[in-house]
Nanobody, 127 residues
């Protein structure tokens, strides 16, 4: 079975840091593109960070300079290092498999093009 398992979420104060992890089973993450999305209550799911087909990381403007996406292929694990967290970063964070590298294009994220979602991990930032 193909499964994505996220971990690392939690509650932190503004300015704090968290590192999210997403380990895949039944799928090799290096065979396509991977991404992180988030969804706050009553809001649409939005892209946060991703790798494109050339392995170049891309970030939403709201997290540039604060978040870093990385992946460890031998461990088949995707990471999101989040620094200088703000209350507006509070959301459920989802790992995503983008097999054909279509979920990010021209500065825009397309969650409807994601192939597989993880179960999500909650991040809560208090002021």
């Amino acid at each position: 079975d193909f499964q994505l398992v996220e971990s690392g979420g939690g509650s932190v104060q503004s300015g704090g840091s968290l590192r999210l992890s997403c380990t895949a089973s039944g799928y090799t993450i290096s065979s396509g593109c991977m991404a992180w999305f988030r969804q706050a209550p009553k809001m649409q799911r939005e892209g946060v960070a991703s790798f494109d087909a050339k392995g170049i990381p891309n970030y939403a403007d709201s997290v540039k300079g604060r978040f870093t996406i990385s992946q460890d292929n031998p461990k088949n694990t995707l990471y999101l290092q989040m620094n200088s967290l703000r209350p507006e970063d509070t959301a459920m964070y989802y790992c995503a498999v983008d097999r054909y590298c279509l979920a990010y294009s021209g500065g825009w994220y397309y969650p409807q093009r994601v192939d597989v979602w993880g179960q999500g991990t909650q991040v809560t930032v208090s002021s």
